[in-house]
């Protein structure tokens, strides 16, 4: 395993506003963006732009993100770049930029990854 499951991440930035909150899952759906089962903010669109700064297990959202930090598994509806290292799956809309991979990768666009 590349890193524990009580990483956590210190803040996110949802298309330029930075939200602190910490938690180790963050889902996008129907509107909100929801933290390790705890609605953080109401009312986002649904193509957003989310920026996670620190380690998560799991994101699941439909627009791009981007992960300062270690991942688990990504589901996003646009392009994903990792900084670190991602254990589990990516399955993305768009291009992957990351380093070692321990799952399966799915892009709709270019992949880059250390694999």
Do not use: P, W, Y
Request: proline share 0%; charged share 15%.
């Amino acid at each position: 395993m590349i890193f524990g499951k009580n990483n956590k991440f210190s803040n996110i930035i949802i298309d330029g506003q930075t939200i602190s909150c910490s938690g180790s899952n963050i889902v996008i759906e129907n509107g909100k963006i929801v933290v390790d089962g705890k609605t953080v903010l109401s009312n986002v669109g649904s193509n957003v732009r989310v920026v996670i700064n620190g380690d998560v297990n799991k994101i699941d959202c439909c627009g791009s993100v981007e992960v300062h930090g270690n991942s688990g598994s990504i589901d996003c509806g646009g392009s994903c770049t990792v900084g670190g290292n991602v254990n589990g799956n990516i399955d993305a809309g768009g291009s992957i930029t990351c380093g070692n991979v321990s799952g399966d990768i799915d892009a709709g666009g270019s992949v880059r990854c250390k694999r």
